[in-house]
């Protein structure tokens, strides 16, 4: 487990049981206005209401450097999306909501979430989220890559039957050439640096000298690097649901963590798939939960060997397809009765499994190529022999059955052709004590461990609220009335626990 700093554990002892936050430190200036800096963009806002969200809802597109060395340089854009406050008497500032990726859609995590932020934050902020570069709305690249190799389980590098690794290998090295022939300058400026720079882009453009942020999952990683670079600028920030922020694990260990994350999120399902009340949905696996995970590996083991034909065409489910609607799956309980489903259809002779629209069809070739690019421009990935990478695997899937190997199997970051721009950004604990974390117990992506190193790195800049609980992106999600309250009233009046605490 992580130490904190001796000095930042001092003071947050000596607090009492709730702390306000305090705004700007004195160690922490903010820089100069740059005279010779290209003026802030101006965001020509429309209605675009979408359904299922707000009626309120408009979107703008706003214009960012393709390179911030360059500012006045070729540009692309972002697009933008905006709920602004319906009590302007109570409105403090703007919230930014990051989504979780690489690859979410901001605008997107806005419509879904808008109308219960309206409500648990009373007005208080106007809410904003932008598409990163790459995704959705904005200015997006393509590597042109063939239908196959855009597929979940093909982009997730799940081993072949026994730990296979050889064709993982060809098409990591097939899809690395790829990106370089046709991804160009667009696709190499997918970073998370320049997607901070973005938002900071957006902040300008908003007429805001300082935002809050509610980011979960990768888009949490983005608001701890904002929060480091731009410190000065930041005024309550929420990391929801975070990786380990490590320079020399970012993207390669948050991947290899998931194993652990699995392993510990399963055991949920498993009570739910053997609790008696299954039986009225005809959903129940197993009379005892320590039960399901061997029938699950059994029935994974089966279709390895032979896939089962599903309602889609052409698309058979397969044993690394059950896994990948498994990982899925993990992130919220309200998943859990698709999945149930899909093992009782795969497990019976009569049963047709019906995919789910993940599998059933490929990515789009621009939000593969944002996918992959992200990731793999962010880092140098270490290149290793098919036999490192053979003996890598099959260690994991001793330890980790559930994962299969996948979480340290070869990627196309491995062949790619283009180092990284910049060193991944180290997070410290110097900077506003600003920042609220919320971290599920048990969580199949991003677990508690990695959150914990992102705390250590923070110090005294953050308190954090572990919900025991089991999912991924925890407020107004998966968590609980505690975890939410404890952050609602962290955005709306600056409280915060004055130490790390749990949600029952």
């Known amino acids: 487990m992580t130490t904190y700093p001796k000095k930042t554990l001092l003071l947050a002892l000596a607090t009492a049981a709730v702390a306000a936050v305090a705004a700007t430190p004195a160690a922490v200036a903010a820089p100069a206005a740059d005279r010779t800096a290209v003026p802030a963009a101006r965001l020509?806002?429309?209605?675009?209401?979408?359904?299922?969200?707000?009626?309120?809802?408009?979107?703008?597109?706003?214009?960012?450097?393709?390179?911030?060395?360059?500012?006045?340089?070729?540009?692309?854009?972002?697009?933008?999306?905006?709920?602004?406050?319906?009590?302007?008497?109570?409105?403090?500032?703007?919230?930014?909501?990051?989504?979780?990726?690489?690859?979410?859609?901001?605008?997107?995590?806005?419509?879904?979430?808008?109308?219960?932020?309206?409500?648990?934050?009373g007005g208080a902020y106007d809410l904003v989220a932008f598409d990163p570069r790459g995704v959705g709305g904005s200015t997006t690249a393509s590597c042109a890559l063939a239908p196959e190799d855009r597929r979940l389980t093909s982009l997730r590098s799940w081993p072949g039957p026994d730990g296979d690794v050889t064709e993982n290998t060809a098409r990591s090295r097939r899809t690395a050439e790829a990106c370089a022939r046709n991804g160009g300058p667009v696709l190499a400026s997918f970073t998370t640096a320049n997607q901070v720079r973005d938002l900071d882009r957006l902040r300008e453009a908003l007429g805001e000298r300082r935002i809050s942020a509610w980011g979960t999952s990768y888009g949490a990683y983005v608001g701890a690097v904002y929060a480091q670079k731009y410190p000065w600028r930041?005024?309550?920030?929420?990391?929801?649901?975070?990786?380990?922020?490590?320079?020399?694990?970012?993207?390669?260990?948050?991947?290899?963590?998931?194993?652990?994350?699995?392993?510990?999120?399963?055991?949920?399902?498993?009570?739910?798939?053997?609790?008696?009340?299954?039986?009225?949905?005809?959903?129940?696996?197993?009379?005892?939960?320590?039960?399901?995970?061997?029938?699950?590996?059994?029935?994974?083991?089966?279709?390895?060997?032979?896939?089962?034909?599903?309602?889609?065409?052409?698309?058979?489910?397969?044993?690394?397809?059950?896994?990948?609607?498994?990982?899925?799956?993990?992130?919220?309980?309200?998943?859990?009765?698709?999945?149930?489903?899909?093992?009782?259809?795969?497990g019976s002779a009569q049963g047709t499994p019906e995919l789910p629209p993940e599998l059933a069809n490929p990515l789009r070739d621009e939000d593969a190529a944002l996918m992959i690019g992200v990731i793999c421009n962010d880092v140098r990935w270490p290149h290793r022999s098919e036999a490192a990478v053979r003996t890598a695997v099959a260690a994991d899937r001793a330890r980790y059955p559930l994962t299969a190997g996948m979480p340290v199997n070869v990627t196309p970051c491995s062949f790619w052709k283009t180092a990284p721009a910049e060193k991944p950004t180290r997070i410290t604990d110097e900077g506003p004590s600003n920042i609220l974390m919320v971290q599920a117990r048990r969580d199949a992506s991003t677990p508690l461990s990695g959150a914990l190193e992102m705390r250590g790195a923070l110090g005294d800049r953050a308190r954090m609220v572990t919900v025991e609980h089991g999912g991924h992106g925890m407020y107004l999600g998966n968590g609980n009335a505690c975890g939410d309250r404890t952050v609602t009233e962290f955005l709306t009046t600056g409280s915060r626990p004055a130490r790390d605490t749990t949600c029952p």
């Open 44 to 121: 020509d806002w429309k209605p675009c209401a979408k359904e299922g969200g707000p009626a309120a809802q408009e979107c703008a597109l706003l214009p960012v450097p393709l390179d911030h060395a360059d500012p006045r340089g070729p540009q692309i854009h972002v697009a933008v999306s905006r709920i602004r406050s319906d009590r302007p008497e109570a409105r403090r500032g703007t919230l930014v909501v990051l989504p979780g990726g690489p690859g979410g859609s901001g605008v997107q995590r806005l419509t879904q979430k808008g109308a219960a932020l309206r409500r648990e934050l």
């Open 234 to 346: 930041t005024d309550r920030w929420v990391l929801d649901s975070v990786g380990d922020p490590d320079p020399a694990r970012v993207a390669r260990g948050w991947l290899a963590n998931m194993s652990q994350g699995a392993a510990d999120r399963f055991p949920d399902f498993a009570a739910w798939a053997a609790h008696p009340d299954r039986d009225r949905d005809g959903l129940r696996l197993a009379d005892r939960p320590e039960q399901v995970e061997p029938l699950f590996l059994a029935l994974a083991a089966s279709l390895d060997r032979a896939p089962r034909a599903s309602t889609t065409p052409g698309v058979p489910l397969t044993g690394n397809g059950l896994r990948q609607v498994l990982q899925n799956a993990l992130y919220s309980d309200s998943a859990f009765p698709a999945l149930a489903r899909l093992v009782k259809a795969a």
